[in-house]
Nanobody, 114 residues
Framework: QVQLVESGGGSVQPGGSLRLSCAAP????????MGWYRQAPGKQRELVAQ???????NYVDSVKGRFTISRDNAKSTLYLQMNSLKPDDTGVYYC????????WGQGAPVTVSS
């Protein structure tokens, strides 16, 4: 049963922006590390960014300065603001919770193309 539900994916031109959201039950959100992963066509899934309950963040080098991960603990919602998008950012973006040994959403496709 999918408990993490992503939204906000879509198609955008290079240089554009998108904002992903991930709604989760409080039981697998509150107090847990949350993150965004992505999987490009023909490539392995990779960590994009993660955030602790207290708000500490880390990012893969390729998105630093362009992407911002944030969380609203009251709403049990995770966000990923993506700016200055590049074609290499294309892929399926997955929401992840560290709860239960790792819990995944169903994925939100992002396509960056002119």
């Amino acid at each position: 049963q999918v408990q993490l539900v992503e939204s906000g994916g879509g198609s955008v031109q290079p240089g554009g922006s998108l904002r992903l959201s991930c709604a989760a039950p409080a039981s697998i959100f509150r107090f847990y590390v949350m993150g965004w992963y992505r999987q490009a066509p023909g490539k392995q899934r990779e960590l994009v960014a993660q955030i602790s309950f207290g708000g500490s963040t880390n990012y893969v080098d390729s998105v630093k300065g362009r992407f911002t991960i944030s969380r609203d603990n009251a709403k049990s919602t995770l966000y990923l603001q993506m700016n200055s998008l590049k074609p290499d950012d294309t892929g399926v973006y997955y929401c992840w919770s560290s709860a239960a040994g790792g819990t995944w959403g169903q994925g939100a496709p992002v396509t960056v193309s002119s």
